[in-house]
DNA sequence: TATGAGAACTTGTACAAACAAGCGAGCACC
DNA sequence: GGTGCTCGCTTGTTTGTACAAGTTCTCATA
């Protein structure tokens, strides 16, 4: 079932996203809306925020809520999941495994990820035919048996793990910085030695808060830019000093 | 005055983060904490969904509410403003305007922050002594004057230009990605030039949605990290493929 | 021992009502 | 003409209630 603030969210989304409700332009107050649609105003409050979370509508006390932006975010699937952040763009994707292997878990893994064997794939992954990312990733012990059974060219990881195994990637932590291209990173991607990748590191979790896997991911420059929208009172994405310890 | 929920989702973080819940660990049902803190269950939902948001806790329909992360997230002001965000976690921290002159607007920039004169400001921001950061800000030319009455080593510009015209900086989108240092990157940061830097665009406007200002800051790596902490059904970070238009 | 139904619990959605607090326009006054 | 105040509108906070929907554990049954 869909929740009717969802509803109301969506036809609201809508029309920003046509230009309906144009960029700097105010919103209906809740009672209009709550009018409109015939439901209460914390239900058409719920729906706002929605937006408001989106970064598509401004909110303060008082006054009107305005349009901030018209470019639709994407779902925690397509941040995740490279096969369907490219597919829900429209792109020409592929993937290939360079290599496989397990070996025993490092002290940083097992902190993560749990005691014991972990699973290392090293994967390319491409957009409209060229090389844009090398990502590595470390699959904890109890999918590992799951990722092995994945064929080398598998578009979607994602998908194919819950296919295989009802596997929900839930929660992920990331963290984005720059890195110089190592020699293999370099080859693969068809760039030189030491020039600049957009790194983001990832840890994923199931529903119930188990780690899966944590990867290094690194982007080609110019392929790929990560954007957040922020305000007063909600912003998710933070700086960190780095500490240069991995 | 402080709401409510602000206090309650307050006293819940500084569990979190003290360890009293461990990650990994379940958090009270509402109920619990309703009749704990004497507050009815809508305003501890509230309080729990600000943790949620922050990426703290995690949340599913029927089961209880799980301890994601304990690292604190920052506020907008501390993502905003380089000064507020280096206060915060402790570091020594300095700026310097090198370079700052009027000129009229791109076509680029006219979009952004409306037509006439701009304001192009060049700054070097430092981390315990260490130079780490090349900021390029364009300001929009009604703010111009305010910025030029600055001192050249104002340590922060968000806090004096609040002190001086009341200026109160409220959304602003980021754009992330790596891109390779220049020469006059190079120099002032003192690393070599086609070293990689990470590279955060931002637009940022008041309250009613007036642009501010555009920027173009570059971090030297190893220095600063951008986190995220996100799950299905809420994530702000989006990815978008680079266009290298700009 | 496994399986399935069910009950208890927990979070999600929706409505209604009331008051607090901030904003902005209009108006009176100097 | 400008200044300051008031009033209406709008969003923010809080409480209460009821039901829907998903999870988890228990227990009876095959």
Redesign the interface.
Same mark, same amino acid.
Request: aromatic share 6%; glycine share 10%; with cysteine.
């Given at each position: 079932m869909v929740a009717r603030y969802e509803l109301i969210a969506d036809e609201l989304r809508a029309e920003i996203l046509s230009g309906a409700q144009p960029? =700097?332009s105010q919103l209906p107050s809740e009672s209009e809306l709550a009018e409109r649609f015939g439901a209460a105003r914390g239900t058409v409050r719920q729906a706002v925020a929605v937006l408001v979370?989106? !970064?598509l509508a401004?909110s @303060?006390q008082g %006054?009107r809520r305005?349009?901030? !932006?018209a470019a639709r975010?994407? &779902?925690?699937?397509? /941040?995740h999941s490279f096969a369907q952040?490219a597919r829900a763009?429209g +792109?020409r994707f592929g993937g290939q495994v360079i290599e496989q292997r397990r070996r025993p878990a490092s002290a940083f893994e097992s902190a993560r990820l749990g005691r014991g064997e972990v699973l290392e794939v090293l994967r390319v992954r491409s957009?409209e035919g060229e090389p844009v990312l090398v990502e590595r990733t470390v699959y904890a012990e109890w999918v590992a048996p799951a990722v092995e059974r994945l064929p080398a060219d598998c578009e979607s990881v994602t998908e194919a793990l819950y296919d295989s195994i009802g596997l929900?990637?839930?929660?992920?932590? +990331? /963290?984005?910085?720059?890195?110089?291209a190592g020699a293999q990173d370099a080859k693969l991607l068809g760039v030189r030695r030491?020039?600049?990748?957009? @790194?983001q590191r990832r840890t994923t979790?199931t529903?119930?808060?188990r780690p899966v896997e944590t990867s290094d991911d690194r982007?080609k420059? *110019? &392929?790929?830019?990560? &954007?957040? @929208? $922020? &305000?007063? =009172? %909600? $912003?998710?994405?933070? @700086?960190?000093? *780095?500490d /240069?310890r991995f």
């Amino acid at each position: 079932m869909v929740a009717r603030y969802e509803l109301i969210a969506d036809e609201l989304r809508a029309e920003i996203l046509s230009g309906a409700q144009p960029v =700097g332009s105010q919103l209906p107050s809740e009672s209009e809306l709550a009018e409109r649609f015939g439901a209460a105003r914390g239900t058409v409050r719920q729906a706002v925020a929605v937006l408001v979370a989106e !970064g598509l509508a401004g909110s @303060r006390q008082g %006054a009107r809520r305005i349009v901030l !932006g018209a470019a639709r975010s994407q &779902s925690f699937a397509e /941040l995740h999941s490279f096969a369907q952040w490219a597919r829900a763009g429209g +792109h020409r994707f592929g993937g290939q495994v360079i290599e496989q292997r397990r070996r025993p878990a490092s002290a940083f893994e097992s902190a993560r990820l749990g005691r014991g064997e972990v699973l290392e794939v090293l994967r390319v992954r491409s957009l409209e035919g060229e090389p844009v990312l090398v990502e590595r990733t470390v699959y904890a012990e109890w999918v590992a048996p799951a990722v092995e059974r994945l064929p080398a060219d598998c578009e979607s990881v994602t998908e194919a793990l819950y296919d295989s195994i009802g596997l929900v990637f839930a929660y992920g932590e +990331h /963290l984005i910085d720059a890195v110089s291209a190592g020699a293999q990173d370099a080859k693969l991607l068809g760039v030189r030695r030491g020039s600049p990748l957009l @790194r983001q590191r990832r840890t994923t979790t199931t529903h119930e808060g188990r780690p899966v896997e944590t990867s290094d991911d690194r982007y080609k420059p *110019g &392929s790929v830019t990560f &954007s957040i @929208r $922020n &305000s007063i =009172g %909600a $912003n998710p994405l933070t @700086r960190q000093a *780095g500490d /240069l310890r991995f």
